[in-house]
T-cell receptor, first 115, second 113 residues
Framework: AQKITQTQPGMFVQEKEAVTLDCTYD???????LFWYKQPSSGEMIFLIY??????QNATEGRYSLNFQKARKSANLVISASQLGDSAMYFC????????????FGAGTTVTVRA | EADIYQTPRYLVIGTGKKITLECSQT?????MYWYQQDPGMELHLIHY???????EKGDLSSESTVSRIRTEHFPLTLESARPSHTSQYLC????????????FGPGTRLTVT
């Protein structure tokens, strides 16, 4: 079964607007971590934000925030005030069992920011 | 700033050749990983290592092999390259915490003709 589901293959957003990228996950472990990575066309993976399953507050890092809804097993990424440099592929990932270190990745969402 | 390096960045090679993709990190991280990614697709873990002389296969079966003789070095080898091995290979490492986020290298884009 797919552990991470990203249902939006591609999205367009106007510069300076906010965009929400969906991510749902499937795990029976009570302890897990959720990550978002950005992959520009150059290919490298850039870590954006992390949310632990026991974190009481939604994670934020600059223009990135994570809308964590534990009961719905949802961890959506919100990018505020989009910039042209935000155009990239975005991947949601999960580390199950905090004693393990491997990540499972979703299929990714391509974001294109329009001027 | 993460310091993890991969060479070569691009490689075009003929079928049957032996290749080694290099990955090095200068952060002293114990944990290292290799992922395979087809263009525009998700990453699949093919190998990982949690320390020197420790290697494991990942979720995606791969004909490649890895070694971890030194903490900083985690090379991936294909004994006989085939067109089906054409893909991007990403190396990553992670430290002790608290989130254990993985830092990625720039990747190697391999084309086997």
């Amino acid at each position: 079964a797919q552990k991470i589901t990203q249902t939006q293959p591609g999205m367009f957003v106007q510069e300076k607007e906010a965009v929400t990228l969906d991510c749902t996950y499937d795990t029976s472990d009570p302890s897990y971590g959720l990550f978002w990575y950005k992959q520009p066309s150059s290919g490298e993976m850039i870590f954006l934000i992390y949310q632990g399953s026991y974190d009481q507050q939604n994670a934020t890092e600059g223009r990135y925030s994570l809308n964590f809804q534990k009961a719905r097993k949802s961890a959506n990424l919100v990018i505020s005030a989009s910039q042209l440099g935000d155009s990239a592929m975005y991947f949601c990932a999960m580390r199950e069992d905090l004693n393990d270190y491997k990540l499972s990745f979703g299929a990714g969402t391509t974001v294109t920011v329009r001027a | 700033e993460a310091d993890i390096y991969q060479t070569p960045r691009y490689l075009v090679i003929g079928t049957g050749k032996k290749i080694t993709l290099e990955c090095s990190q200068t952060m002293g991280h114990d944990k290292m990983y290799w992922y395979q990614q087809d263009p525009g697709m998700e990453l699949h873990l093919i190998h990982y290592s949690y320390g020197v002389n420790s290697t494991e296969k990942g979720d995606l079966s791969s004909e490649s092999t890895v070694s971890r003789i030194r903490t900083e070095h985690f090379p991936l080898t294909l004994e006989s390259a085939r067109p089906s091995h054409t893909s991007q290979y990403l190396c990553a490492s992670s430290d002790q915490g608290p989130t254990y986020e993985q830092y990625f290298g720039p990747g190697t884009r391999l084309t086997v003709t």
